[in-house]
């Protein structure tokens, strides 16, 4: 039987990613008897390796060029950049695998999920009506999908290995951003029922009690992210920014209300727990994302208002697709599209969370 060059492309990728398995060395030196087996993912298009790929019901998607330019063998996955995204750095970084496949990936083998996968949706936010308004996952939907990825690790290694699988991951959490950016700015449809004040009090309300739910599930060592600083990002600056697009500080003061609830909202919920395994653990990516958009050349950015595909001022998800031209050389680029950062972004934010939080989360 004849095979189509995307068929091809699709069974070279897999032999690679089969072949890095076994040769990742790991950049983050763990403490003496600390291991950390797989790192698994809940939230939106940041880390969405792919999920979005199988939602017939929804147009957030990315599983075409120039999505995935520098990815390997130039594949577009349904990552939301040119390449890598933070679940994939993390574990590379950690030693785990080169590569964290979504769990709903069509070529996923079963021994990639005693590593870790990827339940995250594009679009998705803590609140149940973000998911709607875009037709992706909530984080319900990812939290029954967990469920049954922990059935399958059951039959794969046993109740024993399960429990230590569980226990000892680095699970991440990364969502919220398209809660405040579009649930409640853009589209509006949470401003009549509340203020801003309570609505990122209703945000924290349901991170903390999807916190506690992966908790009684066995997780242990918990990541959650803040929010960056969402006036700045190049869709915002062009719906809100004005005239001369730039930053909305509404929007960012927003980001930082919602923030300093999470990290308060977090902390003392793993103090309640008094578990002295439990390491729930808030993650700011506000101040170091400001600071490059603040100082860009410190970073080696040139461009951090626009994002490298297209003109950068409107172009994500379909809007930015095969026809679309990217900037020459996306490494002097912060943003990828409108809303997300490149790979090189990506890798100075995550080297940063590695380096102030990995001790606390191990």
């Given at each position: 039987?004849?095979?189509?060059?995307?068929?091809?492309?699709?069974?070279?990728?897999?032999?690679?990613?089969?072949?890095?398995?076994?040769?990742?060395?790991?950049?983050?030196?763990?403490?003496?008897?600390?291991?950390?087996?797989?790192?698994?993912?809940?939230?939106?298009?940041?880390?969405?390796?792919?999920?979005?790929?199988?939602?017939?019901?929804?147009?957030?998607?990315?599983?075409?060029?120039?999505?995935?330019?520098?990815?390997?063998?130039?594949?577009?996955?349904?990552?939301?950049?040119?390449?890598?995204?933070?679940?994939?750095?993390?574990?590379?970084?950690?030693?785990?695998?080169?590569?964290?496949?979504?769990?709903?990936?069509?070529?996923?083998?079963?021994?990639?999920?005693?590593?870790?996968?990827?339940?995250?949706?594009?679009?998705?936010?803590?609140?149940?009506?973000?998911?709607?308004?875009?037709?992706?996952?909530?984080?319900?939907?990812?939290?029954?999908?967990?469920?049954?990825?922990?059935?399958?690790?059951?039959?794969?290694?046993?109740?024993?290995?399960?429990?230590?699988?569980?226990?000892?991951?680095?699970?991440?959490?990364?969502?919220?951003?398209?809660?405040?950016?579009?649930?409640?700015?853009?589209?509006?449809?949470?401003?009549?029922?509340?203020?801003?004040?309570?609505?990122?009090?209703?945000?924290?309300?349901?991170?903390?009690?999807?916190?506690?739910?992966?908790?009684?599930?066995?997780?242990?060592?918990?990541?959650?992210?803040?929010?960056?600083?969402?006036?700045?990002?190049?869709?915002?600056?062009?719906?809100?920014?004005?005239?001369?697009?730039?930053?909305?500080?509404?929007?960012?003061?927003?980001?930082?209300?919602?923030?300093?609830?999470?990290?308060?909202?977090?902390?003392?919920?793993?103090?309640?727990?008094?578990?002295?395994?439990?390491?729930?653990?808030?993650?700011?990516?506000?101040?170091?994302?400001?600071?490059?958009?603040?100082?860009?050349?410190?970073?080696?950015?040139?461009?951090?208002?626009?994002?490298?595909?297209?003109?950068?001022?409107?172009?994500?998800?379909?809007?930015?697709?095969?026809?679309?031209?990217?900037?020459?050389?996306?490494?002097?680029?912060?943003?990828?599209?409108?809303?997300?950062?490149?790979?090189?972004?990506?890798?100075?934010?995550?080297?940063?969370?590695?380096?102030?939080y990995s001790n606390q989360l191990t």
């Open positions: 039987m004849k095979m189509g060059f995307s068929s091809v492309k699709a069974g070279l990728l897999a032999l690679f990613l089969l072949l890095l398995l076994g040769s990742i060395q790991a950049q983050v030196r763990l403490p003496p008897n600390v291991t950390v087996p797989a790192v698994i993912m809940f939230g939106d298009s940041i880390i969405d390796q792919g999920t979005n790929n199988y939602l017939q019901t929804t147009l957030i998607k990315c599983n075409f060029p120039p999505y995935g330019k520098d990815f390997l063998g130039h594949i577009p996955t349904g990552r939301f950049s040119n390449g890598k995204t933070p679940a994939d750095l993390i574990a590379q970084a950690l030693g785990i695998k080169e590569y964290v496949p979504a769990y709903w990936d069509a070529r996923l083998l079963p021994r990639e999920l005693l590593t870790g996968v990827s339940f995250a949706s594009g679009a998705n936010g803590y609140d149940p009506q973000t998911s709607q308004l875009m037709s992706v996952l909530s984080l319900s939907d990812q939290m029954k999908m967990f469920k049954e990825y922990v059935e399958k690790l059951k039959m794969l290694v046993g109740e024993g290995r399960t429990k230590f699988i569980l226990e000892n991951s680095l699970y991440s959490v990364v969502t919220g951003t398209d809660d405040l950016a579009n649930t409640y700015f853009t589209a509006g449809l949470r401003r009549a029922q509340y203020d801003i004040n309570s609505y990122t009090d209703l945000m924290v309300q349901y991170a903390t009690e999807f916190a506690k739910e992966l908790y009684d599930m066995g997780a242990r060592r918990i990541a959650i992210f803040g929010l960056p600083p969402i006036g700045c990002l190049p869709s915002q600056r062009t719906l809100a920014g004005g005239l001369l697009r730039e930053c909305n500080e509404e929007y960012n003061q927003a980001a930082q209300l919602e923030n300093g609830k999470l990290a308060r909202g977090i902390k003392a919920l793993n103090d309640s727990l008094h578990d002295p395994k439990a390491r729930l653990v808030y993650v700011d990516i506000y101040n170091t994302m400001l600071d490059i958009i603040q100082n860009p050349k410190k970073y080696g950015f040139t461009v951090v208002d626009r994002g490298c595909c297209g003109t950068g001022i409107l172009e994500v998800t379909l809007l930015c697709n095969p026809s679309t031209e990217t900037c020459p050389d996306d490494t002097l680029f912060l943003f990828w599209d409108t809303y997300h950062p490149t790979e090189k972004g990506y890798r100075i934010l995550v080297n940063r969370i590695l380096q102030t």
